[in-house]
C-alpha cells in the first residue's frame, strides 16, 4: 500500500492517524519502508536524506552496523527478564562516570518517565510543591508540564491540554529563557518553589541558545535559594558531546534526565542525581517509581554499545559540528533567516535574528518554512516537519548527503 492508502486507513482507526502528534504531516506523511544510516525508504519507493533521526536519538545513524550486532546478540539471550541484569550497574557507571556529580541513575522507559520522575523526587527531597518550568521547553507530555506558554510565573499555570485538571498545573510556573532577571524576581517572592526543570539549550523550538553565562547565572540563585535544578537533557544528552550541555557549558544541576541517545535507538529514559537526592527513590527512600521495562538489557545493550561507541571516537563530536558548520557556510546570510547551529544540531529560522526565547521563535513564518519544507522533501531532503523542531545530524551522514542538503537549502530557501 502507498502512504496516502495508508494514512487513509489509520485515520479511521487511530487518533489523526499517527501514534505522536508531530507526525502528522499534511497532506499525509510518508510511511517509510526501512532506514540506513542516513537515509529512509518510503513505501512510494522514495530515498530521502534524513535531517531527523527520529527527534535525535539516532546519533550514529539508522541500524549501525556495531548496535545491530549488540542487538542481535541480546536478542539469543532473551529481551525482557523482570530482574536486574549485569547491563544496569555496568551502565550506570558509565552515565555518572560521564556527569561529575550524577551520582546514582534510575533507568526508565521513556524521556517523559524521566522528567515526571524527576519532578516527584525534586518535590519529595525539597518538601515543596511547586516547580518552574521554560517557556518554549518540552519535557514530555505528562500533567505538570502541558502548561499552557505565556500563562507567566506569577500566575498560576493553565492546561495546555484538555484532560488535565487545573489543579496539576497550578502548581507549574513558567518563565522565558535566556531571563535571569524573571527567575531572580519569581524565587524572591516565592518560596514553594521545588525546582527548576530546564532544556539547557531548547531543543524543541530550537536549537535556541543560552546567553553568556545564562546557565551559570541559573546555577547561582537556584542554589541561592535552595531550589534544585534540573537539566533535560533528554535532547543534549550526549548529542553534544559526552556530558552534554552541562559539560560544555561548565554548569552542574542537581539532576539530569536522559533518553533519546543513551537508548541507542531503542526506547528508554533515565534521571541522576546527587547520592542524597537518588537515595529518595524507591525501594532506598520515599519517593515511589517503578516501570515493567525500566532497564530492560536491549534497550541497555544497544545504549551502552552506543555510548562505548562514542567513547571509543572521540572524533565524532567535532566531525558532527564540522559537518553542521559546513551546510551553515552554503547557505551564507542571503535569505533573509537565522541559521542557528550547535555542534549537530541545526535550524533555519523563518526570521531575521536568531531567537533568544519562544516568544521570539513564535515571530517565525510558519507558512514560509511550509513551502521549504514542502520543496526540500521534493528534493529527498526529510527535514523535522515543524519550524520548531531541531534538526539533526549523525555520523552517517555523508559528503554527497551533505552537498545535497546544503543545495537544497540553496535552491529552496
Ligand atoms: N525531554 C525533552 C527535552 C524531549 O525533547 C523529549 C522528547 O522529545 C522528552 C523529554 C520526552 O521524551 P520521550 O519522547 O522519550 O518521552
Redesign the pocket.
Known amino acids: 500500500m502507498k502512504s496516502e492508502d495508508l494514512f487513509s486507513e489509520a485515520r479511521g482507526l487511530m487518533p489523526g492517524g499517527v501514534s505522536?502528534p508531530v507526525r502528522a504531516i499534511k497532506p499525509y506523511p510518508f510511511y517509510t519502508a526501512k532506514a540506513l544510516g542516513s537515509h529512509i525508504t518510503t513505501v512510494d519507493g522514495a530515498d530521502l536524506i534524513d535531517c531527523c533521526m527520529a527527534?535525535?536519538p539516532l546519533l550514529l545513524g539508522h541500524a549501525h552496523p556495531e548496535i545491530k550486532k549488540v542487538i542481535a546478540a541480546q536478542l539469543e539471550k532473551g529481551w525482557l527478564y523482570g530482574t536486574p541484569t549485569p547491563y544496569e550497574p555496568e551502565f550506570a557507571r558509565l552515565i555518572t562516570g560521564d556527569h561529575p556529580g550524577m551520582d546514582m541513575v534510575r533507568f526508565v522507559s521513556?524521556?517523559?518517565?524521566?522528567?515526571m520522575a524527576a519532578i516527584r523526587l525534586a518535590r519529595g527531597f525539597t518538601g515543596k510543591s511547586d516547580i518552574i518550568k521554560i517557556e518554549g521547553?518540552?519535557?514530555?507530555?505528562h500533567d505538570a508540564v502541558l502548561v499552557k506558554a505565556g500563562s507567566g510565573a506569577t500566575t498560576m499555570g493553565v492546561p495546555d491540554s484538555a484532560g488535565v485538571l487545573p489543579a496539576l498545573v497550578a502548581h507549574t510556573r513558567q518563565l522565558p529563557y535566556n531571563d535571569v532577571e524573571a527567575l531572580e524576581a519569581t524565587l524572591a517572592s516565592h518560596h514553594d518553589i521545588a525546582a527548576l526543570i530546564i532544556?539547557p539549550v531548547l531543543?524543541?523550538i530550537g536549537p535556541v541558545l543560552p546567553e553568556d553565562h545564562y546557565l551559570r547565572e541559573i546555577r547561582e540563585i537556584t542554589s541561592a535559594y535552595g531550589v534544585l535544578l534540573i537539566f533535560?537533557?533528554?535532547?543534549?544528552g550526549y548529542r553534544l558531546g559526552i556530558g552534554g550541555a552541562q559539560k560544555m557549558f561548565g554548569v552542574r544541576p542537581d539532576i539530569t534526565?536522559l533518553?533519546?541517545i543513551i537508548g541507542g535507538g531503542l526506547?528508554?529514559?533515565a534521571f541522576c542525581g546527587r547520592k542524597e537526592i537518588m537515595s529518595l527513590v524507591a525501594p532506598q527512600g520515599p519517593v515511589y517509581q517503578a516501570g515493567t521495562f525500566s532497564g530492560n538489557p536491549l534497550s541497555l545493550a544497544a545504549g551502552i554499545a552506543t555510548i562505548r561507541y562514542l567513547h571509543d571516537h572521540p572524533g565524532i563530536y567535532p566531525d558532527l559540528a564540522e559537518k553542521a558548520r559546513a551546510i551553515r557556510e552554503s547557505i551564507g546570510s542571503g535569505a533573509g533567516g537565522s541559521f542557528v547551529q550547535l555542534g549537530s544540531m541545526f535550524k533555519y529560522f523563518f526570521r531575521p535574528a536568531a531567537p533568544k526565547n519562544y516568544t521570539e521563535v513564535k515571530e517565525c513564518d510558519t507558512t514560509a518554512f511550509g513551502r521549504f519544507r514542502e520543496k526540500m522533501l521534493a528534493r529527498g531532503i526529510f527535514l523535522p516537519p515543524s519550524q520548531f523542531e531541531t534538526n539533526f545530524l549523525s555520523t552517517a551522514h555523508t559528503a554527497d548527503d551533505l552537498a545535497t542538503i546544503a543545495g537544497g537549502y540553496t535552491a529552496c530557501l
Open positions: 505522536s527527534y535525535g521513556s524521556g517523559s518517565e524521566a522528567t521547553g518540552f519535557h514530555g507530555a532544556e531543543g524543541n533535560d537533557e533528554v535532547i543534549t534526565t533518553g533519546k526506547p528508554i529514559g
